[in-house]
């Protein structure tokens, strides 16, 4: 079956650091999609990057990369000189197209970024 | 631009009772969503569709009802409202099964 685990509940990282937020996945599809989303307490779900899985490329987003290990099914997201205001829930979510674009999500990080 | 807007915010129910969430998307995407958000969890998908008239069941369909009779509207509707049914609500929409979906700010939902 289709799933996404996040192993990390919490995450602490001080102000100006890179942190990474771990994401595995699991799918026996070949064609699939990889993203993550920022949910900070105000509780709207912000599209931060996405991944496919011919892009033989990392992806990257100013400030956001995604280190794609396919071979290992990871897709973890990288934020480089973390800010305060990257203080929210991160999600990592899988899309396979073939189910309709539905996407799974995984329980999600809590990040803090420390001053 | 206005992108996914939903509606109520906030609305509190009694067991028992009825309710549509609206959700509206001025982006002409074709397929729309419909996620439930329990606290601490990542969304669990409730309903979709791919475009006017088509509407399908997602990984949690049960107490829930939807329609789309055009392609900007896609409303949620809870016939008999349960506890189990506390929730953020959250619709999305995408070009296509390829594209991103980007999603509505949410309907938190009590129901006492």
């Known amino acids: 079956a289709q799933k996404i685990t996040q192993t990390q509940p919490g995450m602490f990282v001080q102000e100006k650091e890179a942190v990474t937020l771990d994401c595995t996945y699991d799918?026996?599809?070949?064609?699939?999609?990889l993203f993550w989303y920022k949910q900070p307490s105000s509780g709207e779900m912000i599209f931060l990057i996405y991944?496919?899985?011919?892009?033989?490329q990392n992806a990257t987003e100013g400030r956001y990369s995604l280190n794609f290990q396919k071979a290992r099914k990871s897709a973890n997201l990288v934020i480089s000189a973390s800010q305060l205001g990257d203080s929210a829930m991160y999600f990592c979510?899988?899309?396979?197209?073939?189910?309709?674009?539905?996407?799974?999500f995984g329980q999600g990080t809590t990040l803090q970024v420390k001053p | 631009n206005a992108g996914v807007t939903q509606t109520p915010k906030f609305r509190i129910l009694k067991i028992g009772q009825s309710m549509t969430l609206q959700c509206t998307q001025d982006m002409n995407h074709n397929y729309m969503y419909w996620y439930r958000q329990d606290p601490g969890m990542g969304l669990k998908l409730i309903y979709y569709?791919?475009?006017?008239?088509?509407?399908d069941k997602g990984e949690v369909p049960n107490g829930y009802n939807v329609s789309r009779s055009t392609t900007e509207d896609f409303p949620l509707r809870l016939e008999l409202a349960a506890p189990s049914q506390t929730s953020v609500y959250f619709c999305?929409?995408?070009?296509?099964?390829?594209?991103?979906?980007?999603f509505g700010p949410g309907t938190r939902l009590l129901v006492l």
């Open positions: 991944q496919g899985s011919y892009d033989e």
């Open positions: 799918t026996s599809d070949q064609s699939y999609g």
């Open positions: 999305a929409s995408s070009q296509g099964r390829w594209e991103t979906q980007y």
């Open positions: 569709s791919v475009g006017a008239g088509i509407t």
């Open positions: 979510a899988m899309r396979e197209p073939r189910r309709e674009g539905k996407l799974i």
